[in-house]
């Protein structure tokens, strides 16, 4: 089954630097790759996706990077601010024909921006 | 109520006990999920609703029951838990093809 490494598994910043979180996924057939911010005590949050048929999109600050040959797929913040601390969660997934998706996700990366 | 609602909140219960969570959503989705979220561990897919049937089990064990009377309810019944099920329980729907999962608020629970 489907597998995904997420590093690093805490992330510190100072406020206005770049952030990079890293995935690596298993099933070359997934084709769904979504990131979720999880703020602390609250439900995670879809920020930005990408599937499999293009290679970058953006989002204001947000950029998530996916390269299919080598299964791995990257999320860009610039400009950190302190409100982007949170945990990030990266997943990948197949969408079936039956209308869903079976997400699996990485363990988390815990990001703190200082102002 | 907008999104993804789920109830109770927090949840204490003993081993013996059984008790029911409750998802509702009211975006028109068409698929249902439950996840499990532990300290340090990812979010694990329990249980998968799409036009409420039920599409996946992931080796979940027996004394997590999901049922899914329409496609706006989820329920997930518990009885028998250990401690080691203490967890975040977390309910997240979708549009048919969409992609996106969003996610409700979840339920803290805790077996004593």
Known sequence: ?115 | ETGVTQTPRHLVMGMTNKKSLKCEQHLGHNAMYWYKQSAKKPLELMFVYSLEERVENNSVPSRFSPECPNSSHLFLHLHTLQPEDSALYLCASSQFQGGEQYFGPGTRLTVT
């Open chain 1, 1 to 115: 089954g489907e597998n995904v490494e997420q590093h690093p598994s805490t992330l510190s910043v100072q406020e206005g630097d770049s952030a990079v979180i890293k995935c690596t996924y298993s099933d070359s057939a997934s084709n769904y790759f979504p990131w979720y911010k999880q703020e602390l005590g609250k439900r995670p949050q879809l920020i930005i996706d990408i599937r499999s048929n293009v290679g970058e999109k953006k989002d204001q600050r947000i950029a998530v990077t996916l390269n299919k040959t080598a299964k791995h797929f990257s999320l860009h913040i610039t400009e950190t601010q302190p409100e982007d601390s949170a945990v990030y969660f990266c997943a990948a997934s197949m969408e079936f024909s039956g209308g869903y998706n079976k997400l699996i996700f990485g363990a988390g990366t815990r990001l703190a921006v200082h102002p």
